[in-house]
């Protein structure tokens, strides 16, 4: 799919754009309002329509029906209560409360359910009356054929789960529809010196009124001390609360609104990559004007909209006629919201040949299943994927030249390259050979018979006696004589889970004792990440296997939970942390002295156990497994997200390896995970096991006689000035940059320090795949 023009712009209609619509002489072109302003819209270069679904006669309706003042008059009371009951039985519209009665008014249009319906409300009968409301208004859009409805936003967080019930049951009863929760990026009103008592999000969130819909404030982009009481993750919470109650529905979405103002730079916003974004509310009164007076972002509303267009969201722009700007009209803002499309990073990436982000296009957030290279022989056009890649043949040709370069003696150099496939390292061996003008000649093993008579035609064509082709697996093949050099690419996006260390187990007899082996060695790398996505993907399966199998992933709509920083209890490592790591040859080898190869696999057996800090609220769907290999000297082949681009920039032959948890885990701030993963063996089986355990750091008053400072949350969030120190809150973004390091005893459940610092057990994950029963590589 091509990149161009990916992100459609919605122009918002409101219901007074209606009303002088209609008072408008009659169009022949369009025969209601609704009709007139799409076509005025598209021919400004809209791609899409975003109206309200109803009138204020509904709202009106409903309110005499279903807002009672009791006690007031009691005949009017009954009244108003018979109406009630009759509209609950027969939900139903009258001609003048709805905006659109025809299919081709529906056309594109995106449909705004009445914003003032409160599905959380805390009174009973008026959630219960929002409900039916709310039915009555998808089933209409339904009828209309509307493909997507916007839901009005959740209020309160005491009543989100009945919101979150409602829409459960939306999502049922309207099968076809798509549903978007309307959702501010956080709530503003944190931010407030002094909290108005208007609610968090106003109601004239999509009036198009030129006035802006909330406080217009000054954001510092650094971060600097942390506000106790601030809890910027509470609209995310309540996201999470009704997805969760929804199952994670693939029909359920999320409108951003982007009215608040955004910092620069902060982590608690990175938590909205992994979240379903379909459209971005954007309010001309967001925009600022430049030194020309043409209408901008600010930079950090810049920012996250480049970073979201890999969602291809649809940005909705209100009150964009209003003349809120001196230069550049209504197409200013749209265009430069294009010209903030271009310029996205992740957009340029993919339109730049030779990128990954290129490479892979189509195969972003896409499961694939490793290879089973020992099980099965790979087609040919899987050879001609892996064979693209520039990167990995030039760092293995400039391995090859720097070990031949490094060799001691005038002897013939004996290489062999163990697994060649169709060949490509064969041709750069034998580069590196003329380019280093040393003697040298090449065995080139491979069990896969079709790859076999490629290599054969490939001798006879190129490279004639250069060469010596052996037909079998390394494991139990047999050499005519021992290599200085052993070159095989074995490697899985894990390292090992293709099974490199049991097939160089094998091809080590082939090598001498002082030789070389490429790669030298291969570390396996973890961090725990979100991703609604990719949950949904790998439990899209009727039993658990598809939750207990590990894929291969072009990550793109995730986040990465851990951070940099330490945690208070001083346990915890970098982001992304190293599991294991192979060598060859082996140091410790112990192998049967009749045939050289191992006695049993369980020298190849790993475990790790990692202690990661999660800075900010996040929901823990899976971990991102990475691998960094050494082919010689100091050149290597890396996919670990720090270090990729110093070691081999735009490398194309691995994507990182996706172990899923089949339930989420939810990980408040400043929470600490424990991530336990084991490389499992047997005789004829390779397989993998994880769990996870989610502990949340407990500060209590310290003795007396007690020196030793407790942790302070200052320095963690860009609002608000340093307080007293005071125990981390679960409800505060956590302290990115390392606090005092102290030791820790293990208790039953939780681990206790000297400070009365205690690490609190709060959920943990079951054991996936145990005796490898959903997933396995065959030996």
Request: proline letters at 7%.
């Amino acid at each position: 799919m091509s990149w161009e023009n990916t992100t459609s712009i919605s122009s918002l209609l409101t219901l007074q754009d209606i009303t002088r619509a209609a008072k408008e002489p009659p169009n022949p072109d369009a025969s209601t309002p609704v009709l007139a302003l799409s076509a005025q819209v598209r021919s400004k270069g809209y791609d899409l329509v975003c109206l309200p679904l109803t009138t204020e006669k509904w709202k009106k309706r409903w309110t005499e029906m279903c807002l009672i003042s009791t006690g007031v008059d009691s005949t009017t009371d009954m009244v108003a209560e018979r109406r009630a009951e009759a509209w609950r039985a027969k939900p139903g519209f009258l001609l003048d409360e709805v905006t659109m009665t025809e299919l081709e008014e529906a056309e594109g249009v995106t449909a705004l359910i009445s914003e003032w319906l409160e599905l959380d409300a805390a009174d009973d009968w008026v959630r219960h009356d929002a409900e039916i409301a709310l039915r009555q208004e998808l089933a209409y859009a339904s009828y209309l054929n509307v493909q997507t409805a916007i839901l009005p936003p959740p209020r309160s967080r005491e009543y989100v789960s009945s919101y979150a019930r409602t829409i459960n049951a939306c999502l049922k009863s309207a099968p076809y529809i798509h549903l978007s929760v309307r959702l501010a990026i956080y709530n503003p009103t944190v931010l407030e010196a002094s909290p108005m008592p208007s609610p968090p999000l106003p109601s004239s969130l999509f009036a198009g009124s030129p006035t802006p819909s909330t406080p217009r404030l000054v954001v510092p982009d650094d971060r600097g001390g942390e506000t106790s009481v601030v809890n910027l993750d509470a609209t995310w919470e309540m996201w999470d609360t009704i997805r969760s109650i929804c199952d994670y529905n693939t029909r359920l979405s999320l409108t951003l609104d982007l009215t608040p103002p955004l910092p620069v730079k902060s982590g608690f916003l990175s938590k909205w990559k992994a979240e379903p974004i379909r459209h971005l509310f954007l309010p001309a009164s967001t925009f600022i004007a430049n030194s020309k007076g043409y209408p901008v972002l600010p930079k950090g509303t810049q920012s996250f909209i480049r970073e979201s267009m890999t969602h291809r969201p649809i940005v909705i722009l209100s009150g964009a006629n209003a003349g809120l700007h001196t230069r550049g009209g209504e197409l200013a803002y749209s265009q430069y919201l294009r010209h903030l499309e271009k310029t996205s990073p992740a957009i340029q990436a993919a339109l730049t040949s030779g990128t990954v982000e290129n490479f892979a296009q189509g195969y972003q957030d896409y499961l694939q299943a490793p290879l089973q290279p020992l099980m099965d022989n790979l087609q040919s056009v899987t050879y001609q994927t892996f064979e693209q890649d520039p990167v990995k043949y030039h760092n293995y040709e400039e391995a090859i030249y720097q070990a031949l370069a490094d060799w001691q003696g005038e002897d013939l150099i004996i290489l062999c390259v163990a697994g060649a496939g169709r060949g490509p390292l064969v041709a750069r061996a034998l580069s590196a050979i003329e380019r280093s003008g040393r003697d040298a000649f090449i065995y080139v093993v491979e069990k896969n018979p079709n790859a076999y008579i490629t290599l054969q035609a490939r001798k006879e064509a190129e490279w004639g006696d250069k060469v010596k082709l052996l037909f079998g697996d390394m494991r139990f093949l047999e050499v005519p004589e021992k290599a200085d050099i052993l070159i095989s690419e074995l490697l899985g996006s894990f390292g090992d889970n293709e099974l490199s260390p049991e097939c160089l187990d094998g091809a080590m007899r082939f090598l001498k004792a002082d030789g070389i082996s490429i790669p030298s060695s291969y570390t396996a790398h973890l961090a725990p990440l979100s991703s609604s996505k990719l949950y949904n993907e790998s439990r899209a399966s009727k039993d658990d296997k598809g939750s207990e199998t590990p894929y291969v992933v072009m990550f793109q709509a995730v986040n990465l939970l851990s951070g940099d920083g330490a945690s208070s209890s001083g346990r915890c490592g970098p982001q992304v942390q190293e599991c294991w790591e192979f060598e060859h040859p082996r140091k410790d080898a112990v192998v049967d002295e009749r045939t050289g190869l191992p006695l049993t696999n369980s020298h190849n057996a790993r475990s790790a156990k990692l202690e990661f800090f999660i800075p900010h609220a996040g929901v823990l769907h899976g971990l991102a497994g990475y691998f960094e290999a050494v082919l010689y000297g100091n050149i290597g082949l890396s996919i670990h997200p720090h270090r990729k681009d110093r070691i081999s920039k735009d490398m194309l032959s691995w994507f990182p390896l996706f172990f899923p948890f089949k339930e989420p885990l939810y990980l408040p701030s400043n929470s600490e995970l424990t991530v336990s993963i084991w490389r499992m063996t047997n005789q004829r089986q390779v397989w993998y096991e994880w769990h996870a355990e989610a502990f949340l750091n407990v500060v209590g008053a310290p003795p007396a006689d007690s020196d030793v400072p407790l942790p302070s949350p200052n320095g963690g969030s860009f609002f608000g000035s340093p307080g007293p120190a005071r125990s981390p809150s679960p409800f505060v973004d956590g302290n990115d940059s390392a606090f005092d390091r102290r030791s820790f005893r293990m208790d039953s459940y939780s681990y206790e320090a000297s400070g009365g610092s205690k690490l609190v057990k709060i959920g943990h994950t079951s054991l996936h795949n145990p005796g490898g029963r959903s997933s396995w590589i065959g030996l």
